[in-house]
């Protein structure tokens, strides 16, 4: 189960770097990141950029030199959040006049030069596009100007430059494979902030994936906010006008994570966001074929009313999805499936918001991440509808999804008992350090006894009991 909170709570504070520069410049960096794994993934990007003019890194934003804080748009309280961060980093320049501090990401894309103007909280703004502009930046910065760069790019995929890894666990890795979002969906801030939807080269691709593997890493999360419109066509052709011959001899997401999957059967590889409108049998059809591939599917339906639907943009119906799913179901019978639902859209009824009760009940989805909408400018809906749904029915609505989504987590974890699972181990268990936890193919947290197991092993568990949300068992085998 996943709210709101929970993915604040996922926010990485200071973040420690596992390359140190190789000429150090005597500078220290604290980096901090909020939003969706593609932030993450740009933090990296970020970290190497910096990380190869000198700079060092530090947990402990008092002593840092450079402070930058990567950004999340989507809704109004994750906004509000890093305002409050801001004006907390603006302290410090009491005792340490000479430290800068940068926004980055989507928040400083959407606002641009408001924050160096109107809200006078940081002295460089810099948006998703322009990362490889940041030395300059901070040179300018340094000098007392006001730096700012929010271009945003149809080509950038920053295909070169290998991330530094900021994940805590070293098994894990998040590999972007596309940037910006085409879709237009109406209450979304995505396409305003990161631009037009661009593949990235699968070869650079497969060579991240490569070298995650040999680092020891063991699995990898292919990202994009529409990976199933994944193409590339060489030189970074746009789809609409490709012939199709040309579309023919380019490489789609079925082919990419084909490519991926066969680095090595022991490379785990995981994928998000599937569109339900883009979702194709060939995807589902790889997924089966590969045993590395996981059984896991995100597929955010945001509402269970086709009306609602059609006034978010999503490009398909309650039917089309609910067909989606069967398809799912009979290709891959034991995926998990998870998604994102938003509560109380514009005019969403009282009925409409039973449909999306019984569209969660029809899927028995294994987590979800549930949210009420919160308008955004610029957007759709903010300039053709009413955001009429009163506040305290929003958060009523979302508590009744909420609370079938614990019931629905708990039936599914339940299911998972008797079973013998393949965990892939992460490290300790939150709980105690005789305990390991790792995930199974659907993604499901699983603890069992450390003995000689160590991070980064697969082991076969037999699920003995269970949580809500964990399932707890032995090796076996
Ligand atoms: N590309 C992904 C979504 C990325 S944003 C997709 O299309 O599914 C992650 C989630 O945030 C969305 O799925 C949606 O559920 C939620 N979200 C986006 N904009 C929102 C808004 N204005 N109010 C509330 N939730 C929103
Ligand atoms: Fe936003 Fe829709 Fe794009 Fe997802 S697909 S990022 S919800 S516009
Ligand atoms: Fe947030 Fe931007 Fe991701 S708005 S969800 S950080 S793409």
């Not at 961060?85 to 000479?98: E, H």
């Not at 070298?211 to 990898?220: L, N, P, T």
């Amino acid at each position: 189960m996943r709210t709101d909170e929970k993915i604040i709570d996922e926010t990485v504070q200071g973040e420690v770097l596992m390359r140190p520069p190789k000429l150090a410049n005597g500078k220290k960096l604290f980096l901090e990141s909020y939003g969706c794994q593609m932030n993450f993934s740009d933090s990296e990007i970020v970290a190497s950029i910096l990380i190869d003019k000198g700079y060092s890194t530090t947990q402990n934003y008092k002593e840092a030199d450079l402070i930058l804080v990567n950004t999340c748009a989507i809704r109004d309280n994750a906004e509000n959040r890093v305002r409050q961060r801001l004006q907390d980093y603006k302290k410090i320049k009491k005792s340490n006049p000479d430290a800068l501090i940068g926004v980055l990401g989507c928040m400083a894309e959407r606002l641009k030069s408001q924050f160096l103007e109107q809200e006078k909280l940081v002295d460089m703004v810099v948006g998703p596009d322009a990362y490889r502009d940041l030395p300059n930046l901070i040179e300018q910065a340094e000098t007392g100007q006001k730096a700012i760069n929010v271009i945003l790019s149809k080509e950038e995929t920053y295909a070169d430059i290998a991330p530094v890894r900021l994940d805590k666990n070293g098994v894990s890795a998040f590999v972007s494979i596309m940037r910006g979002c085409d879709n237009m969906c109406s209450f979304c801030v995505v396409p305003f902030t990161r631009g037009r939807e661009r593949s990235r080269d699968p070869q650079s691709i497969v060579k991240e994936c490569k070298e995650a593997f040999d680092a020891g890493y063991r699995e990898v999360t292919l990202l994009g906010q529409n990976v199933d419109s994944y193409l590339w066509s060489g030189g970074g052709l746009k789809k609409e006008i490709l012939t199709e011959e040309q579309k023919a001899a380019s490489t789609n997401f079925a082919q990419l994570m084909e490519m991926v999957a066969l680095i090595n059967p022991d490379l785990r590889v995981r994928f998000s966001t599937s569109h339900p409108k883009d979702m194709t049998d060939d995807v589902l059809q790889i997924m089966a074929k590969y045993e590395n591939i996981c059984n896991n599917i995100h597929l955010p339906v945001q509402s269970g009313s086709s009306r609602v639907l059609d006034m978010m943009n999503r490009g398909y119906s309650r039917e089309w999805y609910l067909e989606r799913i069967a398809a799912i179901k009979k290709i891959l019978p034991d995926c998990g499936i998870s998604t994102d639902i938003i509560t109380g859209f514009c005019s969403e009824t009282e009925d409409e918001h039973q449909e999306t009760l019984s569209l969660m009940r029809e899927v028995g989805y294994d987590y979800a991440y549930m949210f009420s909408y919160s308008e955004r400018p610029k957007t759709l809906a903010e300039r053709k509808y009413k955001d009429d749904v009163p506040e305290n029915v929003k958060n009523r609505r979302l508590s009744e999804v909420v609370n079938l989504q614990r019931e629905n987590s708990s039936i599914k974890t339940a299911q998972g008992v008797g079973k013998v699972h393949r965990v892939l181990i992460e490290g300790f268990s939150k709980k105690s350090e005789e305990m390991l936890m790792g995930r199974n193919s659907q993604n499901m947290v699983v603890v069992f006894p450390k003995d000689n197991h160590k991070k980064g092993d697969y082991v076969n568990v037999l699920a003995e009991r269970c949580t809500t949300s964990t399932l707890i068992g032995n090796v076996v085998g």
